[in-house]
């Protein structure tokens, strides 16, 4: 799988990738093992640091389903919100700009 435009700037970590998948799909929430197999990171590697992503409010505890807790990127952090407008500067940086022909 091709890594995204951000991930080509800022680096291939598994706190980076993890943060990368939420971005592109923020409006969803996941349960740890579907966050591990989409963002590509280890579960027990994304266990490491997943509870300082919570403590730090980075993410979210929505729900549980069946045994499984649903997370999602908290929105309304400060922290999340520039980490969003990073994001996104970054990768609008990096896309090509496509000429418009009339």
């Given at each position: 799988?091709?890594?995204?435009?951000?991930?080509?700037?800022?680096?291939?970590?598994?706190?980076?990738?993890?943060?990368?998948?939420?971005?592109?799909?923020?409006?969803?929430?996941?349960?740890?093992?579907?966050?591990?197999?989409?963002?590509?990171?280890?579960?027990?590697?994304?266990?490491?640091?997943w509870?300082?992503?919570?403590?730090?409010?980075i993410?979210?505890?929505?729900r549980?389903?069946?045994?499984?807790?649903?997370?999602?990127?908290?929105t309304?952090?400060?922290?999340?919100?520039?980490?969003?407008?990073?994001?996104?500067?970054?990768?609008?940086?990096?896309?090509?700009?496509?000429k418009?022909?009339?």
């Open positions: 799988m091709k890594q995204s435009l951000f991930l080509k700037a800022y680096g291939n970590s598994p706190v980076l990738r993890v943060l990368d998948f939420f971005v592109t799909f923020q409006e969803y929430d996941y349960s740890m093992k579907d966050i591990a197999k989409n963002s590509r990171v280890g579960y027990t590697t994304l266990k490491l640091f509870k300082s992503l919570v403590d730090r409010k993410m979210s505890h929505t549980v389903v069946g045994k499984a807790k649903m997370y999602k990127l908290n309304t952090n400060p922290e999340v919100k520039e980490f969003i407008k990073l994001y996104w500067l970054v990768v609008d940086k990096a896309t090509p700009k496509l418009v022909s009339a």
